[in-house]
C-alpha cells in the first residue's frame, strides 16, 4: 500500500497504479477499457439506471421489489430474467454472482461452466461474470428492458466491478464490513476496506462522468440473532467509505429479523442516521435509501412455511417505508431456486406489498419509540467511541475498534475480530445482547436487554 488505509478519496495516479494490477488478475479476456465502459453507460436510457428507480420510489413513497438469480448456461439464464421480466411483479433485474467468482477462482468458475453446458443444467450457483465479460454482460442487459444489477458480497470486487459497470448494469451490492466480518477468515481489515475503496472510487468516476451508479451496501450478512445496533454502526461506516470516494447514492440493506417491531425500528433509525453522519462529514450530497434484504438464517423446506417468511418481510418493508425489497425464494431451505419457484415467490411477495402500499406502522407507539431510543443510543455509543480512536477518522477508528472489541460481531467467520459478544432473540423474537463483550454501552442500555431476556426466561419456566 502507497500510505496507511484510512477514509480519504484515492487520488489519480494511486487509483491507476490499483486498476493495472486489477486488469492484470485475469488475461484470458481483453482488459476493461474504462472510456469505452463511459461511453457505453451514457448510451442508457434514463429508465435503465437503478439511481432513476430509487429517485422515483423515495420521492412517491413505494416500495421496490427485486430477486436474486443468476446462473449458467448463458441461455438458461436469460430465460430466467425474462421470465420475471414477463410476469411484471420485479422493479429490476439480478446479475447474481457465482461463488467461484466471488472468490476470484475464475479458472474454476470457466470449467463449471463447460460441465453446465455438458450437462443441461447449472453447475455454478450464480453468473459467472468475467467468464462471460463485458460482451456477455451487455448482451443480457441488452435483451432486458429493465435495470440490471450484479449481486455479491467478497473480499475483492474490484474486477467484478469493472466488468458490471463498462457491461451496463447500473448498480452493484456489496460493502467492507460485510466482507470483512462475514466473507473473510484471515484476510486484513485495511486490505478488505482499500479493496472496496477502488471499487467506491470506480463509482466516483462514472458519476463525476455524469453516469450515477447504486450502491446497494449490506451491513452485515450473518443468520444469527445480531441486535440491529451494530448492523447500523456497518451501515453508516460503509456509507462513509462510499461518499469519501464519489459515491453519489447508497443504500444501506438492513436484514429481516423475526420482531416486526423491532425491523420497523432499526429501518427507520438506521436511515436517520446514516443521513445524520453523512452531513456531519461533509457528504450532503450523497443520496441515501434503505433496503430491507429478507431472512439470511435457515430457511424451512417446506415451501408454504418459507413462502410465509418472505411475506413477513415484504410486511416489514411497507410498514417501515423502506424503498427496495431483495427477496429470496420459498426454494431457499431446499437448495437453487427454481425459476417457477423465483418467479412464483415474486408473484406472492408483490401481492404483499401491494395489499400493504402506503401503510406505515405507528412510529409514536411507545413500544417502537422505546426501540428506537435503544437502537439509537447504542449506534451512538459505538460511534463516538469509534471516532474517538480513529481521532476522527472513521476507517482508522473502525479498525481500532475490532482489534479492541469495542465493535464486535456475534460468532463471526474471520479470526481478526474478538467475537466476544453473545446473543439471543427475546421472547418477541427481537435481537437481544447475552454477553456484551467490550461495547462501550451505558448501564441503562445493558440493564434493558437484560431485562427483556428475563421475561423470555421467565415465560419459557
Known sequence: MTRRIDNRRLDDEEFA?????????WTAKPPVDLKEGLAYQAKLAPHRRLTTLYADADANGYTLLNPYGGLAPFDAYLELLHGLEKDGTVDFLPMSIDSHTRTNEYEAAERAVRESEERGRSMLNGFPIIHYGVEGCRKVVESVNLPVIARLSAIDARLVAETAFAGGCTALTGSPMASFTCYSRDTPFEVVVRNWQYVERLVGIYNEHGL????????????VAHPPSLSIVMAILNALIAAAQGAPHIAPAHQQQGSILQNVASALVERRLVREYLDRFGF?????????????????VDPYRALAILCQGATVASL??????????YDEGVGLARPQANRESMQAVRQTLDMLRFQRYPINDPAVREEMDLIEAEVRAVMEKLLELGDGDTVVGAGRAFELGVLDVPYPPTKLIKGRITTAYDRTGAARFVDFGDLPFPPDVRRCHEAKLRERAAADD
Open 212 to 223: 450515477p451508479l447504486m450502491r446497494d451496501q449490506p451491513e452485515f450478512n450473518i443468520g
Open 17 to 25: 497504479a490499483i486498476r493495472k494490477e486489477v486488469l492484470a488478475s
Open 320 to 329: 417501515a417505508g423502506v424503498t427496495n425489497l431483495v427477496c429470496k425464494s
Open 284 to 300: 450532503g450530497s450523497c443520496r441515501n435509501s434503505s433496503i430491507l434484504v429478507t431472512w439470511v438464517g435457515q430457511f424451512p
